[in-house]
């Protein structure tokens, strides 16, 4: 029975003597082995932990030698096996959740004398190839590199498949629960799967420079809602991101450069923690009035088809105002949960991509909207220039859902 994960092992001996241990864990292969003393009928399991540069490995005894777990991080990969005999801490990380449940139960029934139903391993050195299973890295930026008799290593956290001519993803990739960065870079990519989303622990993904022409629902609503820090679309065909892509609250970084964008999407103003966003040569005409709400630190929009503020504002009231209209409104106001179980599916989108009143309310199909200039240091710190005239402005469409938010506001549309 075997464990890939990283180790530390902490002497409690050492704070006596003055000294501390250096906090930093390596990859290893812990085995729990049976052992047969002389004049023992019966195996005894031990630990035994192997790395990379101590194949040959240490081993621990188990029966009646485990003063104390500490599993509250468990589901996180991570838990401490307490030894009385040598007085040292076992510190596990970086491990499959599921896999170290099961371990752990195995080392406590060692603890106990009880019998294992698991098999077994022998005290023998690692292999080599042991370890490419706990493998964090990897990074192949040539075709002739990429691996198709072999899996990838199910430890890593870092994947890097750049120049590798692929025109999907790998399903094997999606299978690799501990990984936090995927570079899929300059390829041939045109379209992403859904099952991105089920990769729960992924910060940054990278898919600069290759086919898409879309970033899915699917993926806006999946678990990288929480996780996503970084992504790159840079150098692809996209026109347009979802609404729904404002729910990636988590990003910090984007980079949309040399696309084919026609406008952000309209709640952009809700990716409070974004810091870093760069669109430059795309063919944005203005910027949404929600995007005013942002506070970056850097900001490169150079090389848009910014078109100029409309004299006029568009005039689209109703009066009265329409039943649905009504419903939207208050539905949005009061923030009542809805999703297509409750109400249909058509329904569920209109409400998805209501407008933003500068007043803060919302409106559906009855507004005004207006046009006016922004300089682009309201909202971020460094500002690459807009064009090459030296500019850092951009037009912003603003909506209104009365006249007299519009009214109230005129000033600022002059």
Do not use: W
């Not at 990969?77 to 599921?98: H, M, Q, Y």
């Not at 120049?163 to 870079?185: A, E, F």
């Not at 026609?262 to 760069?278: H, Y």
């Not at 046009?371 to 469409?397: C, F, K, Y």
């Amino acid at each position: 029975m075997k464990l890939h994960c990283e180790v530390e092992v902490v002497s409690r001996q050492l704070p006596a003597l003055g000294m501390r241990n250096r906090g930093k864990g390596v990859r290893a292969v812990l085995s729990l082995c049976q052992q047969t003393a002389r004049g023992q009928p019966r195996a005894r399991a031990c630990l035994f932990i192997s790395t990379l540069k101590d194949k040959r490995g240490t081993r621990y005894e188990l029966k009646e030698n485990i003063e104390q777990f500490f599993t509250k991080f468990v589901d996180e990969g991570k838990a401490t096996v307490r030894l009385k005999e040598p007085p040292v801490d076992i510190c596990l990380s970086k491990a499959n959740s599921s896999s170290l449940k099961s371990f752990l139960s195995a080392l406590r029934l060692a603890h106990r004398g009880c019998d294992i139903e698991a098999p077994l391993s022998t005290f023998a050195p690692v292999k080599t190839s042991e370890f490419e299973k706990c493998k964090t890295k990897m990074v192949i930026t040539s075709k002739k590199d990429y691996p198709l008799s072999r899996n990838f290593p199910p430890s890593l956290e870092h994947l890097q498949t750049s120049y590798c001519g692929l025109i999907r993803i790998d399903t094997r990739m999606l299978s690799l629960r501990n990984l936090r960065k995927l570079d899929l870079s300059h390829n041939h990519i045109k379209k992403l799967p859904a099952t991105i989303g089920d990769l729960v622990h992924l910060q940054e993904l990278n898919l600069n420079d290759n086919h898409l022409e879309s970033f899915s629902v699917a993926l806006c609503q999946s678990t990288l809602q929480t996780s996503l820090r970084s992504l790159d679309l840079s150098k692809n065909k996209i026109k347009a991101l979802p609404v729904q892509f404002c729910q990636l609250r988590e990003l910090t970084d984007l980079k949309l450069d040399d696309n084919e964008l026609i406008r952000f999407p309209f709640k952009m103003g809700q990716l409070t923690n974004l810091r870093f966003l760069s669109a430059a040569r795309n063919k944005l005409p203005f910027l949404p009035s929600e995007f005013k709400n942002l506070s970056l630190e850097y900001l490169d929009l150079f090389g848009n088809t910014f078109e100029q503020p409309k004299v006029l504002p568009v005039i689209m009231l109703q009066t009265p105002l329409s039943l649905l209209e009504s419903s939207a409104r208050a539905i949005l106001y009061n923030r009542i949960p809805y999703g297509s179980p409750i109400i249909p599916l058509h329904l569920c989108q209109d409400l998805d991509t209501a407008k933003t009143c500068v007043c803060g309310r919302f409106c559906l199909n009855s507004f005004i909207q207006g046009t006016t200039t922004m300089n682009l240091h309201s909202v971020a710190h460094t500002v690459v220039l807009v064009d090459n005239m030296g500019g850092t402005e951009a037009p912003v469409i603003s909506y209104f859902c009365s006249l007299t938010c519009y009214v109230n506001c005129c000033d600022m549309l002059k």
